[in-house]
């Protein structure tokens, strides 16, 4: 027998997937899980609106973590590497921990939210034909072109509804979701280590001071073990 459709949209709390969430509200879609991969290093204001989200929308949304937060992966996480490595070659062979996470490096990316997501899945699965939403904006094609993102099972309502990136800043914007300003300091409002911005940026930005957040003390933590 066909097992039953189970949808989970795939939240990172950012503007894409906040306007995909809201839209399909709106639409009202069938809508059976929110989810949400914790990293532990969002902003504050990202903490704030998922909560704002879950109390304006009176959806439930299911956090997940990975089993070791980001400081163990990044400074302590034994980790195998071949005598070739730039890091066993600087710093010895028993050096512990990825390092700081990089655009072909993004380790993050993989064990705080893909793997917990997959597990988390997989469990769905055995029960159900599961269909994920995906907020890729209609101006991103170049990430549908991706392999991971041809999945069959995947669905980006953001490109069928032709919604751009601006488009969905704004309509969150006009629903009252503004992230206490965020979008307009930070290119990206995800992790404040993420290597999608760089490292020069992310050790010299404003945080401290504009958002006294305290995984500050990870970039200090970082300058010691790392830029040494
Ligand atoms: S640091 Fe950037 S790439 Fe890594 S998990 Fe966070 S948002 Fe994703």
New binding site residues.
Partial sequence: MDKPEYCVVALSGGKDSTAMLLGMIERGMQIDCILFCD?G?EFPAMYAHLEKLEKETGREITRIKAEHPYEYLMFDAPVRRGNDSPIVRRYGAGSLGYGW?GPRQ?W??TR??DMPREKFLRELRKQYRVKEYIGIAADEQYRLERERNKNPGHVHPLVDWNMTEEDCLQYCYGHGYDWNGLYGQFRRV??W????QSLQEALTSDIPTEYPIPENKRINKYREKWCA
């Fill in positions: 990293t290093l996470p993004r993050c990316t705080l939210k995800s992790c280590c993420c290597p999608l």
